[in-house]
């Protein structure tokens, strides 16, 4: 069965906005690992969890995942920040977004 140049146009448009986020995730993990932004500077910008209406920049700090952050902070390996995630409730899939308002600074603190 052939593929209609709107459905192959329309995938052609989801993947270049797939690739468009997986380099602002790169690009955001790489600052964390640069020393240019630290664990509160993207809490701060993913913002408040309830807030539905996003910048593009909350977005993208809000879609990473924890994990991934914490393991480029200088001075934390994967297995302290698997570690100190886990002693805190947060699994590998868990993004910055999801994490509640209240228990950011204990993971500020932590992963110091």
Avoid: W
């Amino acid at each position: 069965m052939a593929v209609t140049p709107v459905v192959d146009q329309h995938s052609d448009n989801v993947l270049t906005r797939l690739a468009e986020r997986r380099t602002q995730l790169e690009a955001l993990i790489g600052a964390v690992h640069d020393h240019s932004f630290s664990l509160a500077d993207v809490f701060a910008r993913a913002g408040d969890p309830s807030v539905t209406t996003l910048e593009p920049d909350a977005l993208v700090c809000r879609f990473v995942y924890l994990v991934k952050i914490a393991e480029a902070l200088p001075g934390v390996g994967k297995v302290r920040a698997r570690r100190v995630l886990a002693d805190h409730g947060c699994g590998e899939r868990t993004r910055v977004g999801d994490v509640a308002v209240s228990d950011r600074d204990t993971l500020v603190q932590a992963l110091r």
